[in-house]
């Protein structure tokens, strides 16, 4: 089992910055995928951004040039930098880890309690 602690977000106004961190613990192996995803009232939940153990990262569309995600491998966070918030960015952004044992098995998939990000003037 692996467990997710995220913190950050809140309230920003458009066209500032908030920060989103989470951190993993448990039974973790040594190659992973961590990141974050969000989800409005009544809509699927969507990618944010991702990043590999190993650094490679993938970002939403929407999100690109605005949002910065980064790990510290050996602590097992990520955190989310978000500059430039627009209102459409209002959601609850859910932590999300994911790892298999080697190549042959399926991922697991693991998800934090999410964090409401609110983004008004």
């Known amino acids: 089992q692996v467990q997710l602690v995220e913190s ?5 106004q458009p066209g ?12 973790i192996f040594n190659v992973f995928i961590m990141g974050w995803y969000r989800q409005t009232s009544g809509t699927e939940r969507e990618l944010v951004a991702t990043i590999s153990s190993g650094g490679t990262t993938d970002y939403a569309d929407s999100v ?16 989310l930098q978000m500059n430039s918030l627009k209102p459409e960015d209002t959601a609850v952004y859910f932590c999300s880890f994911r790892q298999r044992r080697n190549v042959l098995a399926k991922y ?14």
Not at 8 to 12: D, L, S, Y
Not at 16 to 27: I, T
Not at 108 to 121: E, F, I, K, L, P
């Open 8 to 12: 950050g977000g809140g309230f920003g």
């Open 16 to 27: 500032g910055s908030l920060g989103l961190s989470c951190a993993a613990s448990g039974n």
């Open 64 to 79: 690109k040039g605005r949002f910065t995600i980064s790990r510290d491998y050996a602590k097992k966070t990520v955190s």
């Open 108 to 121: 697991t998939d693991y998800w934090g309690r999410g964090t409401q990000v609110t983004v008004a003037s």
